[in-house]
């Protein structure tokens, strides 16, 4: 006689491996469109006649939408069910996956990105939460390492995939190839899932909803548009931050005096939940800004066609899935904490190898200081999953994760923004302060050689300095954004020991499946 327990919600033992690659489709579908825009950006700016700075929208808007829709996922989950939400989010996202390939102008890919976002935050939580829910306590580990595999990789697959498309077919295939996936994810889930209970009585806190949501949408803008209108020499941005600080006071306020408030206070009362949520957020700046960065560094300053920078790309997902899986098998075995002070070092190691880049740098190099950094975030990403949520109740679960996945997204917008920004501003910078030195005073120019190209006197010869210095004064910005990310990862490693070790073994949740 079987002992499979099947609770409400929950799949019998026997179809957890077709649930778990049914999840992991929908999570592989939303994570991949995080990044796979990254290297068609300069041929969908050419189709939609947009600027440099605007067609940024593209990338920040999707993830702007789904940091904002990410927190309240757990409700709609109890007040709609779990199987609705989760097929009504795959479906909307293909509907406005297809709706980005046919968009004509940049205002409407930003729309429908924006729509994509939307439809798609909740797909990462509720499908976190369902591998929670199957599989036992100690089978967790190896089931985090699966999830972060495939949450990880879709950015790492995306510009390989993407540069693929877009040199073989066109850029708007790189928004076409969610239809297969997201089929495949909805025909699995409307077999093999069974339906959660309803709390009708479930009410959503509409005003700390809506105070986060405003506060977040104010400091994206304030971060994408601040470069372009000086700061706060412009009323605009003065505006925004004055919303953003504004709302934010408000929603902290809401929630530590409502009664029932859109996030639960006691959440923070777990310090490993409290502190994890910190570092996922590191996590989202310094890796997904890295990838921002390296997209147009290899294409731009190296001149790597658009295929071949994605390739070269790749090998971080390699290290990120070899590692993730390594660490799912040392979970329970070597503390935790170790784990993470060793992704940390990691990541800061490859960081710290990138200051030092120029475009003479070999492909052997991009290759295994990528994979560096990919393992770097396999050692990060289980044992931060693991450890954020080992003495959570299982009745916190739900919203702990949105809140979670929210962090992540939060950290990824913001520090694609932050990279984006400081980029901008330091180019002009250094390019002034390379320029200092090109005068006609400059004995360096006295040689033969270097007058008959860079003759500063003539028209040609301050053409050609100029574009010199515009590309030493790049590369030493992309050299300062990665000292940048390089610190972040090293401030973060005394946080670790704030990290309360899980107890040995713990009680399994009263929703998971016992065998």
Not at 3 to 9: D, F, I, K, R, Y
Not at 340 to 359: I, N, Q, R, S
């Amino acid at each position: 006689m079987s002992n499979t327990v099947a609770l409400p919600g929950v799949a019998p033992v026997a179809n957890r491996g077709a649930i778990t690659a049914c999840v992991i489709l929908a999570v592989i579908m939303q994570a991949l469109d995080t990044t796979i825009a990254n290297v068609a950006l300069p041929y969908i700016q050419g189709s939609v006649s947009a600027s440099a700075d605007q067609i940024n929208w593209v990338l920040t808007s999707y993830i702007v939408a789904a940091a904002i829709m990410t927190p309240p996922s757990g409700f709609l989950a109890a007040r709609f069910g779990r199987k609705r939400v989760l097929l009504t989010a795959i479906a909307g996202f293909v509907v406005a996956s297809v709706l980005c390939g046919i968009a004509q102008s940049l205002p409407q890919i930003v729309a429908f990105r924006l729509l994509q976002g939307l439809f798609g935050a909740s797909l990462v939580p509720l499908s976190q939460g369902i591998l929670l829910d199957i599989y036992s306590v100690e089978e967790r580990g190896s089931a985090m390492a699966l999830f972060g595999v495939s949450v990880m990789v879709g950015p790492v697959l995306g510009p390989v995939i993407g540069g693929w498309l877009t040199d073989n077919i066109s850029w708007r295939w790189v928004f076409y190839i969610n239809v297969p996936i997201g089929l495949l994810a909805f025909a699995g889930i409307v077999a093999f899932v069974t339906e959660t209970g309803r709390e009708l009585k479930a009410k959503l806190d509409w005003f700390g909803f809506g105070t986060l949501s405003l506060s977040i949408a104010a400091l994206q803008l304030f971060l994408d548009r601040g470069e372009q209108l000086d700061w706060f020499s412009s009323g605009e941005i003065q505006l925004e931050a004055l919303v953003c600080f504004g709302a934010f006071y408000l929603f902290l306020s809401h929630t530590f005096t409502a009664e029932r408030s859109f996030v639960n206070p006691r959440l923070f009362l777990d310090r490993n939940f409290a502190v994890s949520m910190f570092f996922i957020f590191i996590v989202g700046v310094t890796y997904l800004a890295s990838l921002a960065l390296m997209t147009p560094y290899l294409q731009t300053l190296m001149g790597y066609p658009v295929t071949t920078a994605g390739i070269v790309m790749g090998p971080r997902g390699v290290g990120t899935m070899v590692c993730m899986f390594i660490v799912g098998r040392l979970i329970g075995k070597v503390d935790t904490r170790f784990l993470l002070v060793l992704g940390l070092g990691l990541t800061a190691w490859a960081m710290y190898d990138m200051t030092g880049w120029t475009p003479d740098v070999s492909q052997w190099t991009i290759v295994s200081v990528g994979f560096i950094q990919g393992a770097g975030l396999g050692f990060l990403f289980v044992p931060l999953t693991t450890i954020a949520f080992a003495t959570l109740p299982a009745s916190m679960r739900g919203e702990g994760t949105g809140l979670y996945n929210l962090s992540r997204n939060i950290g990824s917008s913001v520090g694609i923004s932050i990279v984006t920004a400081l980029i901008v501003e330091n180019v002009q910078t250094n390019h002034a302060s390379i320029a200092a030195y090109v005068t006609p005073f400059n004995h360096a120019f006295n040689a033969p050689v270097v007058m008959q190209h860079l003759d500063p006197l003539k028209a040609a010869g301050r053409a050609s300095l100029d574009s010199m210095i515009t590309l030493q004064a790049t590369i030493i910005a992309y050299m300062d954004d990665f000292k940048l990310l390089m610190l972040m990862s090293l401030a973060a490693i005394p946080l670790v020991f704030l990290l309360r070790k899980p107890a040995a073994s713990v009680a399994p949740p009263e929703h998971a499946v016992m065998e």
